[in-house]
């Protein structure tokens, strides 16, 4: 198998082994944070990973 159709067949394996693994289907627990405007505060503040603290941290955690 070359071509189009080996590169279709891996492409379909890697989203088959994604949905068993994650199974988007199923309904998530809620992770109690704002993870949209975390992630708009990191970008608008240029804030790199190791500079992220728990009291930014704690800015975006949502009441359970």
């Known amino acids: 198998m070359n ?10 394996n890697v989203v ?10 199923k309904k998530q627990e809620n992770l109690h944070f704002d993870l949209r405007k975390y992630a708009r505060f990191i970008e608008e503040n240029n804030i790199s990973a190791s500079d992220i603290t728990d009291e930014i941290l704690n800015m975006f955690r949502l009441p359970t």
């Open 16 to 25: 088959e082994q994604y949905v068993k693994a994650v199974n988007p289907y």
């Open 3 to 12: 071509g189009p159709i080996k590169n279709f067949k891996e492409k379909q």
